[in-house]
């Protein structure tokens, strides 16, 4: 169960770190605010695909992953509408 929380907390970090960067973009390129919302959706929806699969044969608990990826993502979406809006 713990290694499960884990996995979930590296993977939230992950996309709170693919956010960072997306703001970042955001910042030097105004113009582009939707199609990056969009493009990042897109990019995390690809990492946690391949990183969900990459460690599935490691999983415990995978209700307690997939909570907190769950929050993760939408503490990710909010975030980026928010900063981009």
């Given at each position: 169960m713990i290694e499960s929380f884990v996995?979930?907390?590296?993977?939230?970090g992950i996309m709170?770190?693919?956010n960072k960067?997306?703001?970042?973009?955001?910042?030097?390129?105004?113009?582009?605010?939707?199609?990056?919302m969009y493009g990042s959706m897109a990019i995390k929806l690809l990492f946690l695909s391949v990183f969900t699969l990459s460690i599935k044969s490691d999983l415990q608990n995978a209700i307690v992953y997939c909570s907190v990826i769950l929050i993760g993502i939408i503490y990710s979406n909010l975030n980026i509408i928010l900063k981009l809006k």
């Open positions: 996995y979930g907390l590296l993977a939230t709170l770190a693919i960067v997306i703001v970042t973009v955001f910042m030097k390129v105004k113009q582009a605010g939707v199609g990056l």
